[in-house]
């Protein structure tokens, strides 16, 4: 498995880390609920088809990428800067 | 004030082995520079004395005895001159905290193949290229100095493990050679 960092390249897997679903970027604001809680830190989708996860850069450029990516067919269709996202 | 002594990690340590060099390399000051938001203008102009400029991604610039070296998003170390005074820049003497390794001859490269998992082939890495990747499982800034050579930094507090993965490849490689099929 590669990924194509936008800074570095292609790059080996061996090169990242994987930290989990995109949702962990969507932080509850001050004041939220429990359930809103609940939700970002456990309940997840399990998803057979497109997911949008988080990878760490750990061994090249060292930054988070939002990586877009079929569990069914392993197709990456693309990895962006978390940094240069749009809020 | 004393004059307090600066000693390298291997002091200087070198061999050769099949054709391949090792070499501890001493590359003097190194600065690394991070542009603040908005500061790019800045460091530009700060940089411009130098005759050089913040390098693109995977790139390293050279300009009398002054290079620049790529190390990250908005970021890059300004190595073997002092560093001029910046604006637009949050700027660290990382001079201590480095080894550089100098690793060269035809064989090189398979060297570093069994180490390293970017493709460090002279078609995919031409001289200039500076990769951020991994040395086994050290984190090392790659820079391709010529068709046949290497710099490889690492953590100073590494400067011994990489000497050790580097000798043993090297020596590996040496051995396969050797060989006949
Ligand atoms: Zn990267």
């Not at chain 1, 309940?43 to 988080?54: E, M, P």
């Not at chain 2, 390298?8 to 603040?36: C, F, H, K, W, Y």
């Not at chain 2, 390293?116 to 991994?134: E, K, N, Q």
């Amino acid at each position: 498995m590669r990924l194509t960092c936008p800074l570095c390249g292609e790059r080996d897997r061996r090169e990242f880390y994987y930290y989990g679903a995109e949702d962990y970027l969507h932080r509850p604001g001050e004041g939220a609920s429990l359930a809103e809680w609940d939700s970002y830190l456990h309940l997840r989708d399990n998803v057979a088809g497109v997911v949008r996860d988080l990878w760490y850069h750990e061994a090249g450029c060292a930054q988070w990428l939002v990586v877009t990516r079929n569990t069914v067919t392993h197709e990456i269709s693309g990895v962006e800067l978390v940094a240069e996202r749009a809020k | 004030m004393p004059e307090l002594i600066a000693k390298s990690a291997l002091d200087g340590r070198s061999m050769n082995v099949g054709g391949v060099t090792l070499a501890e390399v001493q590359v003097g000051p190194i600065t690394s520079i991070a542009v603040l938001p908005g500061g790019t203008k800045a460091v530009a102009k700060g940089l411009r004395p130098l005759g050089l400029s913040m390098p693109e991604p995977n790139s390293f610039h050279e300009r009398k005895g002054a290079r620049i070296v790529w190390t990250g998003r908005e970021q890059a170390f300004l190595i073997g001159v002092d560093c001029p005074a910046l604006e637009g820049a949050a700027v660290t003497d990382q001079s201590d905290g480095w080894t550089v390794l100098a690793l060269s001859g035809p064989a090189a490269v398979d060297v570093l193949a069994r180490l390293v998992p970017t493709d460090l082939r002279l078609g995919a890495c031409p001289v200039g290229r500076a990769l951020r990747t991994g040395v086994n499982h050290m984190n090392a800034v790659i820079l391709r100095t010529g068709d046949y050579a290497f710099e490889i930094m690492v953590f100073r507090s590494m400067a011994r493990t990489a000497w050790h993965e580097l000798e043993t490849a090297t020596h590996m490689v040496a051995a396969r050679a050797g060989v006949k099929i």
